[in-house]
Each structure stands twice: as structure tokens, then as C-alpha cells.
């Protein structure tokens, strides 16, 4: 009898010991993130454990159930889940696939595991199911990063480069030619700066998308960064070589972008070339040769394709070392200034002088401003050259007007940038304050660079300009945009004729025209005309003869140093 209770004892603990376990497993299992299936193969027996009810809703009841997983797995995973799911050999096997599970699509992960006895019968299976949908997708991001460039869609520069020296390897070995384009959106700063980074986004983002659409097997495409695009082709031939993409940009860029907020903009580009072999060997160098040919185009005016060759790259290296150059002048302070008379027609009686800015180099050179100020624009130092040339200028004006004792007229020429600036009216009075310079004996030439960008804006200072007494000359008209109809608007007081007008005018009939109706044009709006660049005296008497109020040039003078324009005015006491 004892040894009955005994056993009964033993049999209660014993099952209290495995309810304790089962509860301890289904725990475990529950508090995992996967979902499980346990399949006893000999009892023919199956238990859904874990997420199982989170993840699907029918019931596995015997082996043959595992297909109506299969239903809910997208059709293309179907086959190669089918063997994960119904192994039977020892071992483990895994798949993932893409399923919808009540109405999401969601990324599982299955895995599948075989238990052999001694005699090597398969006693159990677990199959493992787990949702990998938000692994999968920052896979999918970082697989994305690593390739692609965000904003386009294009391949990123680091991808490109790594295709690039591909293309490069396979020309090598097939003795064949690669071409690299870089294209640049002209004038992108003004679309970013007058419309906004968002609109300037979605104008790259659809240049991108127009790029995308013309690869093709052999044609690569990136967004090396900003508004600066690059595109190779491998083997160019037929379709596939620089002449079509360039037809086929000329033929998209007839047409404006619209941009969603509702701005429709036009564009141009400029377009480098470089091609395996002839200009470099490597990839990257291949990218920087097409870089430079564009830094060429933007100088020439864009909108253009160009190639590189030997040449160029001279002029480029020319122009960095000018530029090195300029940085020291700039902190030597290794310029001084000239001035160039100027005489009123009828009397030949002295009008004023342009302040000439001069630069010597190191070799006593003497490097002339029309080559140097573009560069002195485009790096900035533009800005502490003007204050200088305008701080010069006025300093000197005032030591003549101090020792000769009457008024002329100090012309002081002002690149666009510095015209930018916020502080430029207030340094300016600051300075004539300073000197004790009236404003009205001095005058500022602008060139009609400055009025692109924002003629209102541009107008509204030059009215301010004005109104402290300051006369403004616009210079060099003729070679810019130069619409008559504009200049009703602006508020000037002169208008300089451009030199290349003057070396025509005795030659070519159109141009005595132009010329004639300028000076008309200008009289009628109470303007005061000067005719640059005069060195014969035909073109001098023709100018007084059809109205043309004062000259400057050659024939009269140089530009002169400040000593010899002293003995100029000492005759003109
Ligand atoms: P610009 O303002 O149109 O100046 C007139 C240019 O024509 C000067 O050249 C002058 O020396 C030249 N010139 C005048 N008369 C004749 C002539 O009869 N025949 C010929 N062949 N040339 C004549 P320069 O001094 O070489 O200056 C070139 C340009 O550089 C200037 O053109 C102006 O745009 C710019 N520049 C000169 N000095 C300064 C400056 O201080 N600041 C800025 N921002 N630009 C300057
Ligand atoms: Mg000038
Ligand atoms: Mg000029």
C-alpha cells in the first residue's frame, strides 16, 4: 500500500515538474519575436507556439497544413520556400520571402530544422518564423546609400567612379575609347538663390530623372554633387556617343522644367569632354579633365560643349598660378593706381579722369586688369581690391583738389560684387567723409553685369547712390545685354560707349547707325555720352559731329600715372 502511495507521490511531483516546464517553454517561446511550429514526426503531432497567432490567422494541424503557408507568401517565393518549409532531410534550411499577412506585406524569415534518431528516422521539426520587414528595409536603404545618390537616383560619384574604372580597364583591354561628360547647370546659383534650395532641388532632381531615362547598356550616369552631373559611355558608337546625349540635352533644355510649386524654368549647361586614352588613363583624372574643360565653358560664356586637349589644360594651370599670384599681390598690397583723362568734345577742356587699377608682379610685369579682375571676381578678392582702388582714388582726388584748387571728376570703376555688397553705400560716404570729397566729384561705372540679377533691386541702390550726390556711369555699353528700352529706367547720369563701337564706327556703316541713335537716345534722356577708346582723329571728329558730349582715349591721352596727369593739370589751371 505504501509503496502505491510512494509511486503516486512520485507520479503527482513528476507531472507537477513538467506542467512547471511546458509553462516555463511556452513562456520562453511567447516572449520570443518569432513565431514556431514543433512537429513530432512519430506522434504526427503539431504545436504553434510564440507569435503564432500574432503573425497568422489559421490553425497548423498536421504536416500537410505547412502548405497553407505557402498561401500567404508572395507567388515568386513560393518554390524555394516550399523546401524550407518541407524538409525532411537532417539539418537546417532557410529562406525569407515577402507574404501579406492580414492585408500587410510584411518580409518573414523562415527557418527550418530536422532531428534524426540513432537509426536515422527524422523524429522532430521546428520551423522558425520571424518578421524581418524593418531589417529588410534599412538593408534596403543602406544597399541604396552605398549605391545611389538620394536626391536623383542616380549612381552616387563613389559607384560611378568605381564603374568608371571599370569601363577604363575593359577600353584598356579592347585597345577602345571611353568618353566622360560633366554637365553643370548654368547659372544654378541664381535659381537656388532667387527661387529657393527646394525649387533648385527639384530642378536637379528632374535633370537627374531626364539623365536616368537616356542611359542605356553602356551609358552610366551620377550626381557628382549640386547642379554638376557626370555621364560616361563605354565604347561610344551610334546612339550611344557624346553627339546624341548632347542633341538629346539641347532637345530637353528647349523646353522648361516645371516645378511642382509652379515656377517654370529654363536652362542651359555647359559640357565638358574628356576621353579615355587621350586625355588621362584613370578614371578620377578623366572626371577632372571634363571638370576643367566646363570651368572653360563657364568662362567663355556657357551653354556650350567643349573638349578637352592640351591647351586647355595649359590655360588652366595658367590660371591657377595667376590666381596664386593675385592672393600674394593682394596681401602686398602690389598695385597702384593710373588715370585717363578725359576732355569734353566742343572745348576740349578737361571733363575728369577714370581711376585705372595697375598691377606689376613679381617679374615687374605688368599684368593688365582685364585679365586679372575676372580672376580677382571669381575668387573674391575682388572685394579688398575695390576698397582699396576706392579708398585710392578718393585719397588722391583729394590731394589734388586740395593743391590745384578746382573741381573735375574722379571716375572709379566698381565690379558687380562689390556693388552686391550690403555695406558698399556706407563705406563709400565713409570714405568721401573722411577725405572731405563732395560727392558730386565723383562717379561710379558700372558695368550692365550688375543689373542681371535683380534690376530693381540694383535700381533702388543706385537711387540711394544718387541721392548723396554720387553720379553713376554705366560703362562698356554695347557689349552686354545693352537694351535701349531699359535704360528709360535706370537712374544714371553717363553712358559710356564701348571701345569696340569706336574702333568700327569710320568703317562700318550699321555701327555709325547704332552709334548715332545711342547718342540720341542718351540726349533725349538728359544722359551725358563718353565715347571710350578714341585714338584717331577722325573718330573724334565724327563723335563731336553727331553729339557725343566727351571723349576718352588715346588720341588725348593714356591713362597716366599720377605725376603725369599733374602736369595736366597744371595746363588746365
Ligand atoms: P574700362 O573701365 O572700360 O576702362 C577702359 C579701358 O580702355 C582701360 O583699360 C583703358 O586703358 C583702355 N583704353 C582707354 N582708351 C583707350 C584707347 O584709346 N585705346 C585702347 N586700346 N585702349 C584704351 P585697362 O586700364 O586695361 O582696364 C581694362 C578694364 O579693367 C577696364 O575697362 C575695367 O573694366 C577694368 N578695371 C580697370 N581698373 C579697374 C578697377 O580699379 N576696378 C575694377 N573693378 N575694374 C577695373
Ligand atoms: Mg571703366
Ligand atoms: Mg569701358
Same mark, same amino acid.
Given at each position: 500500500?505504501n ?13 507537477q515538474?513538467l506542467?512547471?516546464r511546458?509553462?516555463m ?8 519575436e518569432?513565431a ?9 503531432q ?14 497548423v ?10 498561401d500567404?507568401?508572395e507567388e515568386?517565393?513560393?518554390l524555394s520556400?516550399r523546401e524550407?518549409?518541407f ?14 499577412l492580414?492585408g500587410k506585406?510584411v518580409?518573414?524569415?523562415?527557418r527550418t530544422?530536422?532531428?534524426y534518431?540513432?537509426?536515422?528516422n527524422p523524429t ?5 518564423i520571424?518578421?524581418?520587414?524593418r531589417?529588410?528595409?534599412?538593408n534596403?536603404?543602406?544597399?541604396f ?7 536623383t537616383g542616380?549612381y ?7 564603374l568608371l ?6 577600353a584598356g ?12 547647370i548654368d547659372e544654378?546659383?541664381?535659381v537656388?538663390?532667387g527661387l529657393g534650395?527646394i525649387?533648385g532641388d527639384e ?6 530623372? =531626364? ?12 550626381h557628382?554633387?549640386?547642379d ?5 559611355i563605354?565604347e ?9 546625349i548632347?542633341k538629346?540635352i539641347?532637345?530637353?533644355t528647349?523646353d522648361? =522644367?516645371h ?12 559640357i565638358?569632354v574628356a576621353?579615355?586614352?587621350q ?9 577632372n579633365?571634363?571638370?576643367?574643360v566646363v ?5 567663355q ?8 586637349d ?12 595667376l ?6 599681390a593682394v ?9 585717363q ?12 579722369v577714370?581711376?585705372?587699377i595697375?598691377?606689376?608682379d613679381e ?7 582685364a ?13 579688398t581690391?575695390?576698397?582699396?582702388v ?6 588722391q582726388?583729394a590731394a ?7 573741381p ?9 560684387l ?36 535683380d534690376?530693381?533691386?540694383?535700381s533702388?541702390r543706385?537711387k540711394?547712390l544718387?541721392?548723396?550726390g554720387?553720379r553713376i556711369s554705366?560703362?562698356?555699353f554695347?557689349?552686354? =545685354?545693352?537694351s ?7 537712374p ?11 574702333d568700327?564706327?569710320?568703317?562700318d ?11 540720341n537716345?542718351v ?8 565715347a571710350?577708346?578714341?585714338e584717331?582723329a577722325?573718330?573724334?571728329?565724327y563723335?563731336?559731329a553727331?553729339?557725343?558730349d566727351v571723349?576718352?582715349g588715346?588720341l588725348?591721352s593714356k ?6 596727369f599733374?602736369t ?6
Amino acid at each position: 500500500m505504501n509503496e502505491l502511495h510512494y509511486q503516486l507521490d512520485l507520479l503527482k511531483a513528476m507531472n507537477q515538474k513538467l506542467t512547471e516546464r511546458e509553462r516555463m517553454y511556452t513562456k520562453v517561446c511567447e516572449s520570443a519575436e518569432g513565431a514556431f511550429l514543433y512537429c513530432s514526426l512519430e506522434k504526427k503531432q503539431l504545436s504553434a507556439l510564440g507569435q503564432w497567432r500574432e503573425f497568422f490567422d489559421f490553425e497548423v494541424r498536421e504536416t500537410k497544413d505547412f502548405s497553407k503557408i505557402l498561401d500567404v507568401v508572395e507567388e515568386q517565393y513560393v518554390l524555394s520556400l516550399r523546401e524550407v518549409l518541407f524538409l525532411e532531410k537532417l539539418g537546417e534550411e532557410s529562406g525569407s520571402a515577402e507574404c501579406r499577412l492580414r492585408g500587410k506585406k510584411v518580409w518573414l524569415q523562415f527557418r527550418t530544422q530536422v532531428y534524426y534518431d540513432r537509426e536515422h528516422n527524422p523524429t522532430d521539426k521546428v520551423i522558425c518564423i520571424y518578421n524581418v520587414t524593418r531589417l529588410k528595409s534599412q538593408n534596403e536603404e543602406l544597399t541604396f546609400m552605398a549605391y545611389y545618390d538620394g536626391l536623383t537616383g542616380l549612381y552616387n560619384r563613389n559607384y560611378f567612379v568605381r564603374l568608371l574604372s571599370e569601363y577604363v580597364r575593359n577600353a584598356g583591354e579592347k585597345n577602345s575609347v571611353v568618353s566622360v561628360m560633366i554637365i553643370d547647370i548654368d547659372e544654378f546659383r541664381k535659381v537656388n538663390d532667387g527661387l529657393g534650395i527646394i525649387v533648385g532641388d527639384e530642378l536637379v532632381q528632374q535633370f537627374g530623372l =531626364f539623365l536616368k531615362e537616356i542611359c542605356e547598356d553602356n551609358v552610366i550616369a551620377c550626381h557628382l554633387h549640386t547642379d554638376v552631373f557626370c555621364v560616361a559611355i563605354f565604347e561610344p558608337s551610334g546612339n550611344r556617343n557624346v553627339d546624341s546625349i548632347y542633341k538629346a540635352i539641347l532637345n530637353r533644355t528647349k523646353d522648361a =522644367f516645371h516645378i511642382s510649386s509652379g515656377q517654370d524654368i529654363h536652362i542651359t549647361v555647359s559640357i565638358g569632354v574628356a576621353e579615355y586614352p587621350q586625355a588621362s588613363r584613370s578614371a578620377l583624372e578623366l572626371i577632372n579633365c571634363a571638370e576643367i574643360v566646363v570651368f572653360k565653358c563657364k568662362n567663355q560664356g556657357k551653354n556650350m560643349l567643349q573638349y578637352f586637349d592640351t591647351p586647355v589644360l595649359t590655360d588652366f594651370l595658367d590660371s591657377i598660378e595667376l590666381e596664386n599670384k593675385l592672393k600674394k599681390a593682394v596681401f602686398n598690397r602690389d598695385f597702384y593706381m593710373c588715370y585717363q583723362p578725359q576732355y569734353y568734345a566742343g572745348n576740349r577742356r578737361l571733363r575728369g579722369v577714370e581711376a585705372l587699377i595697375r598691377w606689376k608682379d613679381e617679374d615687374s610685369r605688368l599684368i593688365s586688369p582685364a585679365t586679372f579682375i575676372p580672376v580677382a571676381e571669381k575668387n573674391g578678392s575682388i572685394i579688398t581690391i575695390g576698397s582699396w582702388v576706392v579708398e585710392e582714388s578718393v585719397k588722391q582726388y583729394a590731394a589734388w583738389r586740395k593743391q590745384f584748387g578746382f573741381p573735375f571728376i574722379m571716375s572709379i570703376n566698381i565690379s558687380a560684387l562689390q556693388y552686391k555688397r550690403g555695406d558698399f553705400v556706407d563705406s563709400l560716404v565713409e570714405v568721401l567723409k573722411r577725405y572731405q570729397v563732395s560727392p558730386s566729384e565723383i562717379e561710379l561705372e558700372i558695368t550692365e553685369s550688375v543689373l542681371i540679377d535683380d534690376f530693381r533691386a540694383v535700381s533702388e541702390r543706385l537711387k540711394v547712390l544718387r541721392g548723396y550726390g554720387i553720379r553713376i556711369s554705366l560703362d562698356d555699353f554695347g557689349t552686354g =545685354f545693352s537694351s535701349l528700352s531699359y535704360l528709360k529706367k535706370l537712374p544714371i547720369d553717363t553712358l559710356k560707349i564701348d571701345k569696340s563701337f569706336i574702333d568700327t564706327v569710320m568703317t562700318d556703316s550699321a555701327t555709325r547707325v547704332i552709334t548715332e541713335s545711342i547718342i540720341n537716345m542718351v540726349k533725349s534722356l538728359g544722359f551725358e555720352s563718353i565715347a571710350e577708346g578714341v585714338e584717331e582723329a577722325q573718330q573724334y571728329e565724327y563723335l563731336h559731329a553727331i553729339g557725343c558730349d566727351v571723349i576718352q582715349g588715346y588720341l588725348f591721352s593714356k591713362p597716366l600715372s599720377p605725376q603725369e596727369f599733374e602736369t595736366v593739370l597744371n595746363g588746365a589751371v
